[in-house]
């Protein structure tokens, strides 16, 4: 299966997610994992790169080209992460794409720029079917705060677009984990970022 993690605006977190899920993936699900990185900043790629370097397991070797995309095999799970800076590479994976997980941040330019990347989804897809799930990223963690849920709640009204349970939060564990080349459960296992890619995991795998 195809999985592109996407979405139009940048800083939702994109690199981090498709970084955590891939390894969730990897340790959690006997399947063989392929992970693309076709955003030119290579955030991803990065990353995966420490992990390397460090000798963690299991090692991801990220490919940097669209062009083999769906050689995989019926049997892998193949995560996509892109970026706006090479619109014809996140075309050709949206096209290629059998589901795409959007993550959204909690704010109204969020919800705008949502609605347009469904927008360039369905024009690329051209009436073909995908799947597309979106969850709350970086998530409000003080109660008090209602912009989260606002957000929410105005994506669960748009078409096209299913919106999903699980959320992750603002915590500095993912921007360290993501630094160290560890996936959350990796350096923390205990942590609440922990039980958060845990729960998003088993919900889309």
Known sequence: ?????????????????AFNLSLWVATHRNVYVAV????????LSDALEIRTEDGY????????TVDSLGSEGENAEVIV??????????????????????????SQADVWSTQRFLKLVQDVKKGDEVKILGFMNRADTHKAVRETDEAYDALKTLP????????????????????????????????????????LGNVLY
Request: charged letters at 25%; proline letters at 7%.
């Open 81 to 106: 992460d892109i970026g706006m800076s090479d619109m014809d590479a996140m075309k050709q994976a949206i096209a290629q794409a059998d589901r795409i997980v959007v993550p959204v941040g909690p």
């Open 36 to 43: 693309y990185d076709l955003d030119p900043q290579a955030t």
């Open 57 to 64: 397991t299991p090692k991801i070797i990220p490919k940097n």
């Open 160 to 199: 096209l677009i299913t919106m999903l349970t699980p959320r992750l939060y603002q915590r500095t564990v993912y921007r360290r984990s993501f630094s160290e080349g560890l996936a959350v459960f990796e350096l923390d296992p205990r942590s609440k970022a922990t039980t958060e890619v845990d729960a």
């Open 1 to 17: 299966m195809i999985t592109v993690v996407g979405n139009l605006k940048g800083g939702t977190g994109k690199s981090t997610v």
